[in-house]
Every structure is written in C-alpha cells, then in structure tokens.
C-alpha cells in the first residue's frame, strides 16, 4: 500500500495544480473549450484514481471480509461502490 499511497499523493498533487491552473484559466477568459480540455483532463485524472483506491479496497479489505464470513456486508460494500463508480 505504501508504494500506492505515494503514487496516489503525487497523483493528487498533479490535479491539485491542474485545478490551480483551472482557476487561472478562467480568471484570464481562456477560450471555453481549452478549459472544457483542461476539465476533463482532471475528470479522468480522478477516475483514475478512483480506479487505484477500488481495485485495492477489492482486492484487500472486502476479501478480507468475505474470508471471515462476513458476506454480507462485502456485498453491500461492492454494490456501494459499484453505484459510485457509475455515478
């Protein structure tokens, strides 16, 4: 997890500058669809993270749970994040 935490910092740290950047973009009246580029670019930077977070969550924390027995809340849990992802 260490080695995934690091990533998912800097990877933060990435999109927090993107925002920053965002921010100037719009106070300067960049044309709409560079920033409209720029949105997106941290749209999927954010996914992508999410991404990290659910494939760990899946494969530590609920196989952990279904390991001692507790079925139902990792089904709850899986169906949780299955409707956030969609979202």
């Known amino acids: 997890m260490h ?4 990533k998912l910092i800097r990877r933060l740290k990435i999109l927090e500058g993107q925002v920053r ?4 973009m719009i106070d300067n009246d960049i044309y709409c ?14 996914s992508n993270i999410e991404d990290v977070l659910m494939e760990g969550h899946l494969g530590h924390c609920l196989v952990n749970q279904i390991k001692k027995g507790h ?14 992802k969609r979202k």
């Open 71 to 84: 079925t139902n809340e990792a089904t709850k849990e899986m169906l949780k994040v299955y409707k956030l």
């Open 33 to 46: 669809i560079d920033v409209i580029t720029q949105t997106s670019a941290v749209k999927q930077g954010l």
């Open 21 to 24: 950047g965002l921010q100037k």
């Open 3 to 6: 080695t995934n935490k690091q």
